[in-house]
């Protein structure tokens, strides 16, 4: 289990200026087709979390590099930010989850749409009072969005916090139902298909409509049956490229330098 919440800090080059790609995303219910974004924020910052209590769990900040081949570049409209220096958002991709692919170069090298000095944020384990709107504000400071990971358990712990974060208008994807290790030889195969179908029911019950159908493993733990599972419900899993490490630092100056230095 990690801690720790996000504050946008520290400058890492120039802005790119990108656009808006769309691909089809399917459900991990059959019946019910969700549209999900993943908002690619320009890398003029490098994006790390700052915890300024390391109490109850929070939000892993993870930079995950994702999607199939290159796609064409659209034009985006800009919505007005009221931070002229703010991360923003460069452009959305839509992701067709069919199969389960599998995106984050520290597991997964084969799919990567993102252009040069381009990120995604992703925040796990939430949600949780006091972080994860923490997590919020800051996202909104900088005008970006995020995918959020939650855990099925704390969403229905705090159900109302979840919604915040959907309404906020970012993306939202389950992270098993108690954070298990799925990986862990205790685990059986029908364990693992509960923890993630019980963590998308969860978060589905919270939110009150499907998640968006993106999984990361807890700790990054890839089970071998389980991705052979998320595969057969089209779910993609999400790795990621560069680790905060959030749950090891003491303060936001370490987690900046250490999410530099894993990138
Ligand atoms: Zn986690």
Request: with cysteine; hydrophobic share 45%; glycine share 6%.
């Amino acid at each position: 289990m990690r801690n720790a919440l996000g504050l946008m800090l520290a400058s890492v080059g120039a802005a790119v200026v990108i656009a808006a790609v769309w691909f089809w995303t399917s459900s991990p219910r059959a019946d019910s087709a969700v549209a999900a974004t993943v908002s690619v924020p320009p890398a003029e910052r490098l994006a790390a979390t700052a915890s300024a209590k390391p109490v109850p769990i929070a939000e892993d900040a993870d930079v995950t590099a994702v999607i199939p081949a290159k796609p064409p570049v659209l034009p985006q409209p800009k919505t007005a930010c009221a931070n002229p220096d703010a991360l923003g958002v460069s452009r959305v991709v839509e992701i067709d989850t069919t199969g389960g692919p599998g995106f984050g170069f520290a597991h997964f090298k084969q799919l990567d749409f993102l252009a040069d000095k381009e990120i995604v944020l992703t925040f796990d384990d939430g949600p949780w009072p006091v972080n994860t709107p923490s997590v919020l504000k800051a996202l909104a400071d900088e005008c970006t969005k995020a995918v959020f990971f939650p855990i099925g358990k704390h969403a229905t712990y705090h159900p109302e916090i979840l919604k915040q974060v959907a309404a906020a208008g970012h993306s939202v994807g389950a992270h098993t139902w108690s954070h298990a290790n799925l990986n862990s030889q205790k685990m059986t195969e029908q364990q693992a298909k509960d923890e993630i179908e019980k963590g998308f029911s969860a978060v589905k019950l919270a939110l009150g409509a499907a998640p968006s159908p993106f999984f990361r493993f807890p700790q990054l733990q890839h089970g071998a049956a389980a991705m052979t599972y998320l595969g057969t419900r089209n779910v993609a899993i999400f790795s990621c490229d560069v680790d905060s490490f959030d749950f090891r630092a003491k303060d936001a100056t370490q987690i900046i330098s250490q999410a530099r230095a894993s990138s």
